[in-house]
């Protein structure tokens, strides 16, 4: 049974960082394009960043790419995002999510983690 579990949520002040985890199990990880959305309080889920199967090609929506950092690590079945400069817009459970693509559409991704909430104060 595939599993995607996320790690490394919680609360911390504007300006500093965070890097949370996804671990994968249940399936071959290096098949797999991995992404990162996150879902704020009261609004819809959007894309935060992507990664393929081999790490070699990377994207970020605009609003984070100057702050945070996609990376994968097949031998751990583990992507990981990197969040820098925190602001309290980046408040948000953050999911891990596991495709065919590296791609913003959430339709085209097959498994998903249960999430983990990062909240940032002012």
């Known amino acids: 049974q595939v599993q995607l579990v996320e790690s490394g949520g919680g609360l911390v002040q504007a300006g500093d960082s965070l890097r949370l985890s996804c671990t994968a199990s249940g399936l071959t990880f290096n098949d797999y394009a991995m992404g990162w959305f996150r879902q704020p309080p009261g609004k819809e889920r959007e894309f935060v960043a992507a990664i393929n199967w081999s790490g070699s090609y990377i994207y970020y929506t605009d609003s984070v790419k100057d702050r945070f950092t996609i990376s994968r690590d097949n031998a751990k079945n583990t992507v990981y995002l990197q969040m820098n400069r925190l602001q309290p817009e980046d408040t948000a459970v953050y999911y891990c999510?596991?495709?065919?693509?590296?791609?913003?559409?959430?339709?085209?991704?097959?498994?998903w983690g249960q999430g983990t909430r990062v909240t940032v104060s002012s």
């Open positions: 999510a596991g495709g065919r693509w590296p791609v913003r559409n959430p339709d085209t991704y097959n498994y």
